[in-house]
């Protein structure tokens, strides 16, 4: 207390009070007083301290020599002078600098695509922020160095310089800007290779080791390494090694020897051959139905590619979620001889049961309304059973479907369809009933095929009635037919529904034996069709097709009128009404032909638009349809229009509006066709 009240405030409080606090500061010390800026400073003491050479140091003693020769290296000899520069402006704000001459880096090239792809200065926008350069040729610095490493330059230099760039240079670079010099120097080879165990599959080492190619010697490549670890690997995939591991491969660098020593760890595991397929549903997709469906026989050589396809074909049935093939050993391999493997397959049923329908309208076939129910494994395995119907301005129907999957063979269909239907077009009225039944092996959108075809069966009973020259119906007419229907058809084209090149050759014959009236006819329906797809540049695809049908056998009378030739509609001769080309009556309805032939050209030019998504389609089409088995030319029709494709990457949506260039007196002015997949 002594210390906060002095004596003299005790003994008279009234005066000490009066002489008033000094200032303090926040932290209640005694503030300073303020100073004057112009008042001059004080005189400051300095203290002098005696210079090193008045200090005596002890003399060290001279270190003996061991005898030999200490020579020294001068710059030269160790960094060689940098080459001439060659330059390359990637940018307004970079430019990176090669050696003159390109065998001192071959893969330039290749190294400058990589870089510009990846470069930090190349994806922002020049803005002439010297900060952000400086940041950004960092990372770029960092990026090069790398990329030389990838390509075995592990000595290599590079100089960066961030600022501003001479106008004067080759780059003709002004302001802000970053320039890298890149001296390449000597490219690593590859030295010892190590690849495990892989000797360990005997008389098969050589061809795998082929496999594998890379040798010491060779320029040192990272891009190489990692490709050939996925040969490697592939070959024992397909040479008969299920079970082969191979590991990452690394690379010890010596740059004493300026090479690299690859060391990759690989297991062989044994060679095995295939038996067949387990299930683990063996009551809905069962083991003998997946072997069947396999493209081994018992006893062939394990190949991975098998096993990737089965998978394929087990998804594609469209009756499992999810599967996992897993080669299982039944028996070990002894000496040289390979062992022997099932594939177990684990699979998740998917749904079985779809309801579906779609409702459309055309200008010349009016509305259409289709649905359908159908249980795809109703009749285990890949037994499958559709209800479907159709009500429509033209048309309507009800049938169901039997079909069977994988039936007795890889992607061969057995088929049985019934159905009963009416239909009324211009030409004709019919009212149907029939029993359709096939055995095919053709391309679907998983399984293009090279080679495809069918055979079946067909019974109609029809009743059928032409129209008059006043328009209305003659007297309906039964017809009972039986047809043996054949087809094949050769496909070297790259695409199922959007071919960019090749060709397609298809022949369909179906000998028919028809009863009218207590009358018995006997005639052959054939036709031929031939299409060509040639790119011409990147954007382009020119297409054409030609199609020649011929009913020899009986007179146009003794064929009704569903079994004859018509031409017309979007996979016809666009521009015109579906079956509405062909030699006509009285009121200009046609009657259908005996022969017919078409043709098409179109160039389907893709566009930017969309990122490339969207395509113009302008085509010509035409066709006439004969009363004699042999054309006769005599009424030719043609169509021309403009189409649109967009690419959903299923398949182009094909939207096509054509115009008849010749119409007749029922045709329309113009015709809209909408539809997946390319007109032919």
Do not use: C
């Amino acid at each position: 207390m002594e210390d906060l009240i002095p004596d003299e405030a005790v003994l008279n409080p009234e005066d000490w009070a009066a002489e008033g606090v000094p200032p303090q500061d926040e932290a209640g010390a005694e503030a300073q007083p303020q100073l004057d800026v112009d008042s001059p400073l004080a005189e400051m003491p300095l203290v002098t301290v005696p210079w090193p050479e008045a200090v005596e140091l002890p003399q060290l003693a001279p270190l003996e020599s061991d005898g030999e020769e200490i020579e020294f290296a001068t710059f030269e000899d160790q960094i060689a002078p940098l080459p001439l520069g060659s330059e390359e402006k990637l940018s307004d704000e970079l430019v990176l600098v090669f050696p003159s001459d390109r065998a001192l880096f071959p893969e330039r090239d290749e190294f400058l695509d990589r870089f510009r792809s990846l470069s930090t200065v190349e994806e922002y926008d020049d803005d002439g922020n010297i900060a952000r350069l400086a940041a950004q040729a960092r990372v770029d610095e960092e990026l090069l160095n790398r990329l030389l490493n990838v390509y075995g330059y592990f000595d290599a230099q590079v100089i960066r310089t961030v600022g501003a760039v001479d106008a004067s240079t080759e780059s003709d670079l002004n302001g802000a800007a970053v320039r890298f010099d890149i001296i390449p120097g000597r490219r690593y080879a590859v030295g010892a290779i190590d690849l495990g165990n892989l000797a360990a599959t005997g008389p098969n080492y050589d061809k795998l080791r082929a496999e594998y190619q890379i040798w010491p010697g060779y320029p040192i490549s990272l891009d190489a390494i990692e490709t050939e670890q996925f040969d490697l690997d592939t070959a024992l995939g397909e040479q008969g090694y299920p079970f082969a591991a191979v590991d990452a491969p690394s690379l010890l660098v010596d740059h004493d020897r300026s090479e690299g020593d690859i060391t990759m760890p690989v297991e062989p595991g044994g060679r095995y051959t295939l038996r067949g397929v387990t299930s683990n549903l063996p009551d809905y997709l069962s083991s003998r139905h997946l072997t069947r469906i396999a493209r081994w026989d018992e006893g062939d050589i394990y190949r991975r590619s098998d096993q990737f396809d089965l998978r394929r074909a087990i998804l594609a049935t469209g009756l499992v979620g999810s599967v996992d093939l897993t080669p299982v050993v039944v028996q070990e391999p002894q000496g040289d001889t390979p062992g022997v493997v099932d594939i177990q397959a684990e699979l998740t049923e998917a749904p079985q049961r779809t309801i579906a329908a779609n409702i459309g309208y055309g200008t010349e076939e009016g509305v259409r309304v289709e649905a359908s129910w159908e249980h795809r494994n109703l009749f285990p395995p890949e037994g499958m059973l559709r209800v479907r119907g159709i009500a429509g301005t033209q048309e309507q129907l009800a049938g169901i479907t039997f079909r069977k999957n994988n039936f007795y063979g890889r992607d061969r269909i057995l088929t049985v369809d019934a159905y009963a239907s009416t239909v009324d077009y211009d030409a004709y009225d019919a009212r149907s009933i029939a029993i359709v039944g096939g055995y095919e092996r053709v391309s679907t959108l998983l399984f293009q095929k090279d080679f495809s075809w069918s055979a079946g069966i067909e019974l109609v009973a029809t009743e059928e009635s032409e129209r008059a020259a006043d328009g209305t119906l003659l007297a309906r007419e039964t017809f009972y037919v039986a047809a043996l229907p054949l087809f094949a058809q050769l496909d070297s084209s790259d695409d199922l529904l959007d071919p960019s090149k090749g060709w397609r050759l298809s022949g369909r014959l179906s000998p028919e034996a028809s009863e009218n009236d207590g009358v018995q006819s006997f005639y052959l329906r054939s036709q031929l069709d031939a299409s060509y797809y040639q790119s011409v540049g990147e954007n382009t695809v020119l297409a054409g097709r030609v199609r020649v049908a011929s009913i020899p056998g009986a007179p146009l009378a003794a064929i009704a009128p569903s079994r004859r030739l018509y031409a017309g509609g979007g996979g016809s001769v666009r521009g015109y009404g579906y079956r509405e080309i062909g030699p006509l009556n009285d009121t200009g309805d046609p009657l259908g032909g005996r022969s017919l032939v078409e043709a098409s050209v179109e160039a389907r030019i893709r566009t930017g638009l969309m990122d490339g998504l969207i395509s113009v389609v302008p085509f010509f089409d035409a066709g006439t349809v004969g009363l004699d088995p042999t054309p006769d030319f005599e009424t030719i029709k043609y169509g021309a229009g403009l189409g649109v494709r967009y690419d959903t990457g299923f398949g182009p949506l094909r939207l096509d509006v054509a115009f008849p260039l010749n119409p007749g007196p029922n045709d329309n002015w113009i015709a809209v066709y909408v539809a997946l997949g390319q007109a032919f």
